[in-house]
DNA sequence: GAATTCGTCACCACAGCTGTTACAGTTGCC
DNA sequence: GGCAACTGTAACAGCTGTGGTGACGAATTC
């Protein structure tokens, strides 16, 4: 922990935020990575996470872009988090020494905390919808595209 | 998260269990190590901080080493995580774009999130006692020190 | 057919974490 | 006093995960 250095849970619950904002209107992955503060790539690779869950399509070629595919009121935060991190660590655990009895019995310990760990934060997240988060967001314009 | 890199939590409560399960008996980060499967540089380094919280105390010296302060039954996980842990994001946020508004006020929304799941962590935490942990690890002997 | 956008790969740069070495300070023992 | 054992800490190296960038094919619209 201390300095969490993947982001993508935040980013994908901003590009959450940002396709709710406009349900209708078909967004670029360029566009979005504007107000995110990153690159296309980046957004695509996180909103495919998104997609694989069922949160949002996407539509190739011209004119194409992203969407949301329900509304943001029955999108949960832990629904993002799901998609994301899925059923990945929490806490971070370690290896401990094989040949030590002790610690392998610690070990397995641990992986139950984390578990627990990781149901507190889904539980947490789950009292959150979009639309909570986005109160007094929505109809912004978004950044001008700087491309 | 997917795969925190940090693993100090866990080593911290390998470490707290260790010293628990002989709570008179002065061990050597060294000896420490070997069972956490890691270097005494790293142990003393987390023993560090949990010294700081006061949830163990060192002696310099020849025959000196590490003893805990309290009894196991009174020490919860929620000890380590905040000596470990502080106040230290779980989440992992992003740099939004300071130009964008609505990212800004999505990134604030995104800090009050990490600090709710924190709380959340924290809370989880707060059920297990090392002794709970520990149950069936008392008095085992740990690994033969390799070095 | 041209323009636009997704989908994905490959590669690079950076940051955080852990391992290692080194060395000063402290304590116990002979 | 001299030596051995340990902590305390700094400095540096190596590894790994993450995100940034460029490239290019496929799909779609006009």
Redo the contacts with the bound molecule.
């Keep these: 922990?201390?300095?969490p250095?993947?982001?993508?849970f935040a980013?994908g619950v901003h590009l959450m935020t940002l396709l709710s904002a406009a349900p209708d209107v078909v967004?670029?992955?360029?566009g979005l990575a504007g107000s995110v503060?990153?690159?296309?790539?980046?957004v695509?690779?996180v909103?495919?996470l998104l997609?694989q869950a069922g949160l949002v399509a996407?539509?190739?070629?011209?004119?194409?872009?992203?969407l949301v595919t329900r509304p943001p009121r029955e999108i949960l935060l832990a629904d993002v988090w799901r998609a994301v991190v899925g059923e990945d660590q929490v806490l971070?655990l370690?290896e401990a020494n094989p040949d030590c009895t002790a610690g392998q019995r610690i070990q397995r310990a641990l992986v139950e905390v984390d578990r627990r760990a990781a149901r507190a934060i889904e539980a947490e997240l789950q009292a959150t919808s979009l639309a909570d988060l986005a109160d007094g967001i929505d109809r912004l314009p978004a950044v001008a595209a700087t491309a």
Tied chains: 1, 2.
């Design positions: 922990m201390a300095r250095t993947n982001t993508q980013v967004q670029t992955s360029t503060g990153t690159n296309p790539v980046h695509r690779r909103l495919g997609r996407s539509r190739p070629g011209s004119a194409g872009g992203w971070g370690h």
